[in-house]
């Protein structure tokens, strides 16, 4: 299958403080990447979905000034959770979709935040 | 009301044996797509099998099949001749409006624990 990648695979910040998360699709093109949160023993919760050239579509209760989401291209969306706290702290997943393959879609490693 | 119910939230099963992960779903969109996802402890998602709502045979693939019953609204995975190695958390998930479709639930999950 396809390869995703994300970086970094883990971070621990401070409280306040902005982190920045990258999600590429290394050999095919994504016209939609899916970014999805999970707290420890919990299922996965979409958090968006990042259309390449336009704005993400964000799930209810999602603050979209908090998790800002660029998909600049068709190979890379990034999540930048800005002035995290505590709260935050989970493990955010991306997930890339190729074309419109309903079972095409493949998964990212995952980022573990820590914020302090 | 929950699109996916996983009903067993751990399961035990005996190396070289078949086991059985429910996952009932609920929908009314004709259109619709069936996955299974497995989580190792290190956090990736592994993308197991598919099931779109039209396929008129279960799906398989290798150890992995699907009993897929759509007029009780079911699609349990059945791991054959379980490995050690199969011991990890299993997400049944499905995305509505098909080929396109934007809304992608996953269920809470079971975890499999195999024992030798």
């Known amino acids: 299958g396809a390869v995703v990648s994300q970086h970094p695979s883990w971070v621990i910040c401070k409280s306040g403080t902005s982190v920045k998360i990258e999600c590429r699709s290394l050999?095919?093109?994504?016209?939609?990447m899916f970014w999805y949160r999970q707290f420890p023993k919990q299922s996965l919760m979409l958090m968006a979905t990042?259309?390449?050239?336009?704005?993400?579509?964000?799930e209810q209760g999602v603050e979209k000034d908090k998790f800002l989401i660029n998909h600049a291209s068709l190979t890379l969306s990034t999540l930048t959770v800005t002035s995290a706290h505590p709260e935050d702290s989970s493990f955010y997943i991306c997930?890339?979709?190729?074309?419109?393959?309903?079972?095409?879609?493949?998964f990212g490693p995952g980022t573990r935040l820590t914020v302090l | 009301a929950q699109k996916i119910t996983q009903t067993q939230p751990g399961m035990f099963v005996q190396e070289k044996e078949a086991v059985t992960l429910d996952c009932t779903y609920d929908?009314?969109?004709?259109?619709?797509?069936l996955f299974w996802y497995k989580q190792p402890s290190s956090g990736e998602m592994i993308f197991l099998i598919y099931?779109?709502?039209?396929?008129?045979q279960n799906a398989t693939e290798g150890r992995y099949s699907l009993n897929f019953q759509k007029a009780r609204k079911s699609a349990n995975l059945v791991i054959s001749a379980s490995q050690l190695g199969d011991s990890a958390m299993y997400f049944c998930?499905?995305?509505?409006?098909?080929?396109?479709?934007?809304?992608?639930?996953f269920g809470p999950g079971t975890r499999l624990s195999v024992l030798p």
């Open positions: 997930s890339a979709r190729v074309g419109g393959k309903d079972h095409e879609q493949f």
């Open positions: 050999d095919f093109q994504a016209t939609t």
């Open positions: 990042s259309n390449e050239g336009s704005k993400a579509t964000y």
């Open positions: 929908t009314s969109d004709p259109s619709y797509g």
């Open positions: 099931q779109g709502s039209y396929d008129q």
């Open positions: 998930a499905m995305r509505e409006g098909g080929n396109y479709g934007q809304n992608f639930v």
